[in-house]
């Protein structure tokens, strides 16, 4: 994951309207079992609601929740409820938009099929996969934190997808702390990593998962769960901890948080600016490979170009 803290960019940070791509998400709360798990899981799906609305600045009428009740929710996560929410996207999402599919519960995986447990008939990867499949979208995020999750990153991996799962085999059967931590990186702000205002897949997986590995080690246990993310296609994932092992390209520059700009600002101005925000964050990876005053030299070269398009956007002289 990145370390570098590029302190200037929130000087620049464009505070006022979310970037003219939409984005869409489907909160997929399973059945809890027992009471303990019923109230985390439910707690976890509201929180991720709340703020992917208020801290990731989606839109609300965007963001779908279901649960095992259908409380203080947009339907129960049954297959049919599931089935609703997913469909409805395929005739609102265009192909420039990006959907998220998060999915919280208990999972099983039996005669070589993954599944979610939800009320009724468990979800089946397959069930999802065919659900997905319908959604013509720029990119497809699925972030599955239940247990046994593995088999998810193995059936829906395919160009243009995203997929995160909490556990790196079946083997992996325990209830999963990851979406926990999840939740907690994109409230308390540690998810931006590079401080650059914007929080990337690759960002809030990869410190859900460091935040999940220190659990373990503050309370003395053997870690029962090891994210992986899958975003080349291969269908094979990596681990997170595993940093430039083959997946992590798209995941970079996919944002979960991306930057606020105002209202009727030029797209071909917006794209400009994020790109010489890629080049500065390309640069500062190259410093330790670079001589000092040629990387101070050119660092300097890029903030400056980005800081007159942020200019530019807001309408400044």
């Given at each position: 994951m990145k370390k570098s803290v590029l302190w200037v960019f929130p000087i620049w940070a464009l505070m006022l309207a979310q970037a003219d791509a939409a984005v869409f998400d489907v909160i997929i709360s399973g059945s809890g079992g027992e009471d303990v798990y019923a109230e985390r899981f439910d707690d976890w799906g509201q929180r991720l609601r709340r703020v992917l609305i208020d801290q990731c600045d989606h839109v609300a009428a965007n963001v779908q929740l279901v649960n095992e009740t259908g409380e203080n929710a947009d339907g129960v996560s049954s297959i049919g409820g599931i089935r609703n929410a997913i469909r409805g996207l395929s005739e609102r999402v265009t192909p420039g938009d990006d959907v998220f599919i998060f999915l919280i519960g208990h999972g099983s995986y039996r005669r070589q099929v993954?599944?979610?447990?939800?009320?009724?008939?468990?979800?089946?990867?397959?069930?999802?996969?065919?659900?997905?499949?319908?959604?013509?979208?720029?990119?497809?995020?699925?972030?599955?934190?239940?247990?046994?999750?593995?088999?998810?990153?193995?059936?829906?991996?395919?160009d243009g997808r995203i997929i995160c799962a909490s556990t790196r085999s079946t083997d992996q059967r325990n209830a999963t702390q990851f979406m926990r931590f999840f939740v907690q990186a994109l409230e308390d702000g540690s998810a931006d990593q590079n401080r650059d205002d914007r929080i990337s897949v690759l960002e809030i997986c990869t410190q859900a998962s460091?935040?999940?590995?220190?659990?373990?080690?503050?309370?003395?246990?053997?870690?029962?769960?090891?994210?992986?993310?899958?975003?080349?296609?291969?269908?094979?994932?990596?681990?997170?901890?595993?940093?430039?092992?083959?997946?992590?390209?798209?995941?970079d520059r996919c944002f979960l948080l991306n930057f606020r700009v105002p209202k009727g600002a030029s797209p071909e101005l917006v794209a400009a600016y994020g790109k010489a925000i890629d080049e500065v964050q390309a640069l500062i990876k190259k410093k330790a490979t670079m001589d000092s005053a040629a990387y101070y030299k050119l660092l300097e070269r890029e903030l400056v170009k980005a800081a007159k398009l942020n200019r530019e956007i807001r309408g400044e002289k």
């Amino acid at each position: 994951m990145k370390k570098s803290v590029l302190w200037v960019f929130p000087i620049w940070a464009l505070m006022l309207a979310q970037a003219d791509a939409a984005v869409f998400d489907v909160i997929i709360s399973g059945s809890g079992g027992e009471d303990v798990y019923a109230e985390r899981f439910d707690d976890w799906g509201q929180r991720l609601r709340r703020v992917l609305i208020d801290q990731c600045d989606h839109v609300a009428a965007n963001v779908q929740l279901v649960n095992e009740t259908g409380e203080n929710a947009d339907g129960v996560s049954s297959i049919g409820g599931i089935r609703n929410a997913i469909r409805g996207l395929s005739e609102r999402v265009t192909p420039g938009d990006d959907v998220f599919i998060f999915l919280i519960g208990h999972g099983s995986y039996r005669r070589q099929v993954g599944k979610l447990n939800i009320p009724g008939a468990d979800l089946t990867v397959e069930n999802l996969d065919g659900l997905l499949r319908s959604i013509s979208a720029r990119r497809i995020i699925v972030v599955n934190s239940a247990s046994m999750s593995a088999p998810f990153v193995n059936a829906l991996s395919r160009d243009g997808r995203i997929i995160c799962a909490s556990t790196r085999s079946t083997d992996q059967r325990n209830a999963t702390q990851f979406m926990r931590f999840f939740v907690q990186a994109l409230e308390d702000g540690s998810a931006d990593q590079n401080r650059d205002d914007r929080i990337s897949v690759l960002e809030i997986c990869t410190q859900a998962s460091s935040l999940t590995d220190a659990w373990f080690l503050s309370e003395g246990l053997i870690a029962t769960e090891n994210a992986i993310l899958d975003d080349n296609g291969d269908g094979l994932g990596t681990r997170l901890s595993d940093n430039g092992e083959g997946d992590g390209l798209l995941a970079d520059r996919c944002f979960l948080l991306n930057f606020r700009v105002p209202k009727g600002a030029s797209p071909e101005l917006v794209a400009a600016y994020g790109k010489a925000i890629d080049e500065v964050q390309a640069l500062i990876k190259k410093k330790a490979t670079m001589d000092s005053a040629a990387y101070y030299k050119l660092l300097e070269r890029e903030l400056v170009k980005a800081a007159k398009l942020n200019r530019e956007i807001r309408g400044e002289k």
